[in-house]
């Protein structure tokens, strides 16, 4: 009986005889051993070890897993992205001193062998029994091209990867029988390829062509002596000769490897020595992986990129099967961003907030008609350091935002006004919309229910609106110009919820945690919680009169052998008819010309959009477009801690109040700016809407328009006055529920409408 060890196991030697006792027994290991080309010896004993026939009689050789690459509308790359940084390259493509530096150190009978080298078994026998361990293994480079596929297949499966390098005998043999297998298929120079495509460098570089980059900042074939040399020692352990921590173990590994190679007779004595005297000379290029590398500020799309590949079933039924293939990688993603918009986004960005500054901006556009997405950007760079976030704040949660998004404010007014001109109501209506006022009750729900507005501690919900000033009544176009809040909880309150929701469904306006739009009167002035990529492709629809396009940043992507994969298309139905858009597009040209977003008005093209600033300037917004393109731009407090924009310094500028006209309205023109400049300027198709000859209501005005005495002017710093939608926190209301009588109403009928006839709206004109 062999001596055992004191823990009671066999040593080294003794369990590398029992193995190879096992297998010539079973005639396995003379399967695939020294037979050349002619094969001298065949299949020569029989017997079979147990649980060998029940081996899977083929090896399934999974892709091997490659970098993904990621680039602009005009083909340049933005990032690259990973699981394991491999770029698989053919034995052409590999320098001749590296094909072989790796077989004469790993397996330097290589091509005198079968699957299994008999004399190399026996040497290593003879050695570890020499010295009492297993100092020497037997693995041929085709046993070890094996093993690597088991370790590739179990990807980032801990216990697989375990149980692929485990040494035991029964994964020897395991191993054994794929290896007969690969030698009859493949051939020698194939397993080679395989080999050095497939096997670990160490510094998160698995190939040889990552490898040369990574350490020599080279493509492979330009590969020297004792370049070739010093990787291929790197691979019996590629911590231990890691040349980046420890040039001096990588450099005796290296040394060892030349002489090998003038031992086989690779190169000569000489050559060996001269390359021996030479240091190790790195030029080391460092690892970098996933939406971090972005340039151009793209991480955030490029994060968006990824999430649209792994929520799309265009690339698989489910999301593990979508990961799965995003892992694999080897893509090629061309995707939408058009990198003169992404440049214009970034500069207008750094101009106007500081990654440093306590609060943040957003800032995305998007193309009306394609769906396509433009441009992302933020004031807080992709990455993981001071003043930095993993939170793309213009994208819904599920696609990597923020777990709420941000109140939008009266940027949602155009939603409602779209949805009553749908309906019939005519761009000319008028409302008595008092200064302030109650939420009505009795407003109709899509499931046939009623909102009530029901007093909270003796209370009732009120509206009001920005200044004390501003009392109706007004017409449409001048309460959008001026964001009269009563105006639109009056509008609201007569078409009923059930119009706006269907208006928003059709919009693709949904709350950024992925629940519902609530269907109460405080949606008028912008309760909801949107994300700024959700609101510019909605108002997007408006410049494409009328019709929504969903979405999209994927152009194209091929795969690692060049064929293209499918691709999600955007989809494109109408929302709301031709002439209710032009209306819109007429309104919201008002808000930029004269209204409260004046400053983000263009001088040299036709533009419209809506400011938007929410209870206690916690967010500011301003949402526009012109007929070819559309662009959000949010302000406020990306993190849990809420800020209040009051007395507060952004981008190196004191702002006594932030207001939607104020800031974001100026990024928002500085960047479609920058994004259009050079290119085509459309018009819009428009609508005549007359001014109204409406009787003197509480504020005596005339449509809106001052008749008398002009309106005091808003508080500093807030022209137009949009800086406060009304209603309050948690439905506090500011005063008692008499304030649904203010402007003429009565407590019978509080918002009485003065409509004139459809008729006397001019027809459309081209503008």
């Not at 769906?371 to 993993?390: C, D, H, W």
């Not at 629940?515 to 309760?527: D, N, Q, Y």
Request: with cysteine; proline share 6%; net charge neutral.
């Amino acid at each position: 009986m062999g001596k055992k060890r004191s823990g009671g196991g066999l040593t080294g030697s003794q369990q590398a005889a029992k193995f190879l006792g096992v297998s010539v027994l079973s005639g396995v290991v003379l399967a695939g051993m020294a037979i050349p080309a002619a094969g001298a010896l065949g299949l020569a004993a029989k017997g079979t070890v147990e649980g060998f026939d029940e081996i899977p009689a083929n090896l399934k050789t999974p892709p091997l897993s490659q970098r993904t690459t990621i680039l602009d509308a005009e083909g340049v790359q933005i990032a690259t992205v990973y699981s394991r940084d491999r770029q698989v390259v053919p034995l052409t493509a590999i320098s001749p001193y590296m094909q072989k530096a790796i077989v004469a150190i790993e397996d330097s009978r290589f091509y005198e062998h079968g699957a299994v080298d008999l004399k190399g078994i026996l040497r290593a026998v003879n050695r570890n029994a020499q010295e009492g361990g297993a100092a020497q293994g037997a693995s041929t480079l085709t046993q070890q091209y094996v093993k690597n596929v088991f370790v590739e297949e179990a990807g980032d499966d801990e216990t697989k990867v375990r149980e692929a390098q485990e040494k035991s005998l029964g994964r020897k043999i395991r191993e054994l029988k794929y290896s007969i297998q690969v030698e009859e298929e493949l051939g020698k120079k194939k397993i080679l390829e395989n080999y050095l495509n497939i096997t670990y460098f160490g510094q998160q570089a698995y190939g040889i062509e990552s490898a040369a980059q990574r350490y020599f900042s080279k493509p492979a074939k330009d590969l020297t002596l004792e370049e070739s040399a010093l990787l291929a020692g790197v691979v019996q352990s590629p911590s231990r000769y890691d040349p980046v921590n420890d040039a001096q173990e990588a450099t005796k590994r290296r040394n060892v490897v030349l002489q090998r190679m003038a031992d086989v007779k690779d190169v000569s004595q000489a050559e060996a020595d001269a390359a021996k005297a030479k240091p190790v000379t790195l030029k080391v290029t460092k690892p970098k992986n996933g939406c971090i590398t972005a340039v151009k500020g793209a991480g955030f799309f490029c994060d968006y990129v990824r999430n649209s590949f792994l929520t799309d079933p265009v690339f698989g039924k489910t999301r593990e099967e979508r990961a799965k293939v995003w892992n694999q990688g080897g893509l090629t993603v061309r995707t939408t961003l058009d990198p003169q918009s992404q440049d214009a986004a970034n500069e207008s960005i750094k101009d106007h907030v500081y990654q440093e500054d306590s609060v943040a901006t957003a800032v995305t556009m998007v193309q009306p008609g394609t769906g396509r997405v433009l441009a992302m950007g933020q004031s807080k760079p992709y990455g993981f350091g001071k003043n930095e976030t993993q939170i793309n704040y213009s994208v819904d949660k599920r696609m990597g935002g923020s777990n709420f998004g941000f109140q939008v404010g009266s940027t949602f007014k155009p939603f409602i006004a779209a949805a009553a001109l749908e309906r019939g109501t005519p761009p000319t209506q008028v409302y008595p919309a008092p200064n302030r006022m109650d939420y009505p009750s009795g407003i109709s729900r899509c499931d046939g229910s009623q909102y009530m507005n029901v007093a909270r501690n003796g209370k009732l919900e009120t509206a009001e609106n920005e200044t004390e000033d501003e009392i109706g009544p007004y017409a449409l176009r001048t309460a959008m110009e001026k964001s009269i809040n009563t105006y639109f909880v009056q509008m609201i309150a007569e078409i009923g919820l059930c119009p706006v929701t269907e208006m928003t469904q059709k919009l693709g306006v949904v709350p950024a945690d992925g629940s519902k739009l609530p269907e109460g009167p405080s949606i008028a002035l912008g309760s909801a919680e949107l994300s700024p990529l959700t609101m510019a492709n909605a108002y997007a629809t408006f410049a494409n009169r009328g019709v929504y396009c969903t979405p999209v940043a994927i152009e194209s992507i091929t795969d690692a052998h060049g064929k293209a994969l499918a691709v999600p298309k955007t989809k494109c139905e109408r929302a709301m008819t031709e002439n209710t858009a032009d209306a819109i597009n007429t309104l919201l040209r008002g808000v930029v010309d004269s209204g409260t977003g004046e400053r983000a008005g263009l001088s040299d093209r036709d533009n419209a959009g809506k400011t938007g600033t929410t209870d206690s300037r916690y967010n500011a917004w301003f949402v526009g477009y012109t007929p070819n393109i559309s662009g959000a731009v949010w302000v406020g407090s990306g993190g849990t801690k809420k800020i209040t924009m009051e007395d507060i310094v952004i981008g190196g500028k004191p702002y006594e109040k932030v207001f939607g006209g104020g800031l974001p309205g100026p990024i928002w023109k500085d960047a479609v700016t920058g994004a259009l400049s050079g290119r085509e300027a459309p018009n819009f198709t428009t609508i005549s809407i007359p001014d109204p000859v409406v009787p003197g209501g509480a504020g005596g005005n005339n449509g809106g328009r001052p008749t008398t005495t002009p309106s005091k002017p808003g508080k500093p710093g807030k022209p137009g006055g949009d800086g406060k939608p009304g209603g309050r926190p948690g439905g506090v209301t500011a005063a008692g529920a008499t304030g649904g009588t203010t402007g003429g109403a009565t407590p019978g009928n509080p918002f009485p409408r003065i409509t004139l006839d459809p008729g006397l709206i001019g027809g459309r004109e081209d503008q």
